[in-house]
């Protein structure tokens, strides 16, 4: 079962930050947050990860909140390529990665 | 680096058919998965293999579906007999270790009709 809950989907403007938000109330120490994305009829892509401390690499920002309960995935200038489905999904390092429905980013012009 | 690599990228045959996907993993890489997606169940997990060596296969659906990993760089997935519910696209994921980044290829598109 997928221990994460996003919204299904969401809206940005192009250009705009897009703030793709994940709730992961149930997470315990030794487990991870991952983010990877499916733009339509391509195979998953890994974005970022993080345990404790907000992540930026060339793609996003993650940032976790202090008590690890939640977690936003930031793409700071969104563009039409964005658009796509993006799973937030938490593991021990050592587990599977179990997909969940994730939230459609439509990224309008 | 050519990324994964899967074969074919699209498959339609008949029920009752044999059907044999291909995965050729990244260079180096010594964990490769197999996942299907389908708009009911979304994207499941099928099997995973490290070091060539089937490592959890609590995902594959039931005896028709068998998956092989014969060296570093091939692996397959057979269904055997196919039925109509098989269809789906099966994506093929590989990484630098079982905890590590998984890299998914492009996916191939199954149809039993």
């Known amino acids: 079962d997928a221990k994460t809950t996003q919204p299904p989907s969401m809206d940005c403007a192009e250009g705009r930050a897009a703030n793709l938000p994940c709730n992961h109330s149930?997470?315990?120490?030794?487990?991870?947050v991952y983010w990877y994305r499916q733009i339509h009829s391509q195979g998953p892509q890994y974005i970022i990860h993080?345990?404790?401390n907000n992540e930026t690499n060339e793609m996003a920002s993650l940032i976790i909140t202090e008590d690890r309960k939640s977690s936003t995935l930031i793409l700071p200038h969104a563009t039409l390529r964005d658009t796509a489905v993006y799973y937030c999904?938490?593991?021990?390092?050592?587990?599977?990665?179990?997909f969940g429905t994730g939230t459609r980013l439509q990224v309008f012009p | 680096d050519a990324g994964v690599i899967q074969s074919p990228r699209h498959e339609v045959t008949e029920m009752g058919q044999e059907v044999t996907l291909r995965c050729k993993p990244i260079?180096?890489?010594?964990?490769l998965f197999w996942y299907r997606q389908t708009m009911m169940r979304g994207l499941e997990l099928l099997i995973y293999?490290?070091?060539?060596?089937?490592?959890?296969d609590s995902g594959m659906p039931e005896d028709r579906f068998s998956a092989k990993m014969p060296n570093a760089s091939f692996s397959t997935l057979k269904i055997q007999p196919s039925e109509p519910r098989d269809s789906a696209v099966y994506f093929c994921?590989?990484?630098?270790?079982?905890?590590?980044?998984?890299?998914f290829g492009p996916g191939t598109r199954l149809l039993v009709l």
């Open positions: 293999f490290n070091n060539n060596v089937p490592i959890d």
């Open positions: 994921a590989s990484s630098f270790g079982l905890v590590e980044t998984q890299y």
């Open positions: 260079s180096g890489h010594n964990s």
């Open positions: 999904i938490v593991r021990v390092n050592t587990d599977k990665l179990i």
């Open positions: 993080g345990l404790k």
């Open positions: 149930t997470i315990s120490g030794n487990e991870y």
